[in-house]
T-cell receptor, first 114, second 113 residues
Framework: AQSVTQLDSHVSVSEGTPVLLRCNYS??????LFWYVQHPNKGLQLLLK??????LVKGINGFEAEFKKSETSFHLTKPSAHMSDAAEYFCVVSDLTGANNLFFGTGTRLTVIP | NAGVMQNPRHLVRRRGQEARLRCSPM?????VYWYRQLPEEGLKFMVY????????ESGMPKERFSAEFPKEGPSILRIQQVVRGDSAAYFC???????????FGSGTRLTVV
């Protein structure tokens, strides 16, 4: 079975400081992992995805994530937060060999303080 | 390419009425997925459809909910006799083939009063 745990429901950082959003996953198979961002009253936008290629994945808007199999983690980072990064972030796991659906974490709300 | 189009963006229904949510996938995408997001929660899978076929409906409530993706036209998620607990954001995603990568729509926010 697949599942995702986002360790922090809220993260608050100052503008210009690094961002770390934590995610641990559980998967019976080789997982695909994604990070999505959702701005208020908007749809979901894909930030980046890992599908068994390079373990360090670069996404849009300066975000990146590192797949660490030994730690079953896929934390999202950004060196310097921008005000426009304030949003809800979802870590997602998909099983390429199983059912055709995504398993979402409960989300981390990022606040950026000016 | 207009992306995944969902309408309406907002829908208000009284208890007992029917709600119909529409999703037009991206051009060239024949796979459609519906997800529900309850307040303060992540999205949860409901149903996966290909043209004229339901492939996986393991996330659909057993009663009152149905989905279709006809040969022509958008995919429809239908909720009969809505209750307050159905209030949520319903997102549709599409992909050109299974497990390829999803594009999400902006969602339909259903409020049951």
């Amino acid at each position: 079975a697949q599942s995702v745990t986002q360790l922090d429901s809220h993260v608050s950082v100052s503008e210009g400081t690094p961002v770390l959003l934590r995610c641990n996953y559980s998967s019976s198979y080789s997982p695909s992992l994604f990070w999505y961002v959702q701005h208020p009253n908007k749809g979901l936008q894909l930030l980046l995805k890992y599908t068994s290629a390079a373990t360090l994945v670069k996404g849009i808007n300066g975000f990146e994530a590192e797949f660490k199999k030994s730690e079953t983690s896929f934390h999202l980072t950004k060196p310097s937060a921008h005000m426009s990064d304030a949003a809800e972030y979802f870590c997602v796991v998909s099983d390429l060999t199983g059912a055709n659906n995504l398993f979402f974490g409960t989300g981390t709300r990022l606040t950026v303080i000016p | 390419n207009a992306g995944v189009m969902q309408n309406p963006r907002h829908l208000v229904r009284r208890r007992g009425q029917e709600a119909r949510l529409r999703c037009s996938p991206m051009k060239g995408h024949s796979h459609v997925y519906w997800y529900r997001q309850l307040p303060e929660e992540g999205l949860k899978f409901m149903v996966y459809l290909q043209k004229e076929n339901i492939i996986d409906e393991s996330g659909m409530p057993k009663e009152r909910f149905s989905a279709e993706f006809p040969k022509e036209g958008p995919s429809i998620l239908r909720i009969q006799q809505v209750v307050r607990g159905d209030s949520a954001a319903y997102f549709c995603a599409s992909s050109p083939e299974s497990n390829y990568g999803y594009t999400f729509g902006s969602g339909t926010r259903l409020t049951v009063v």
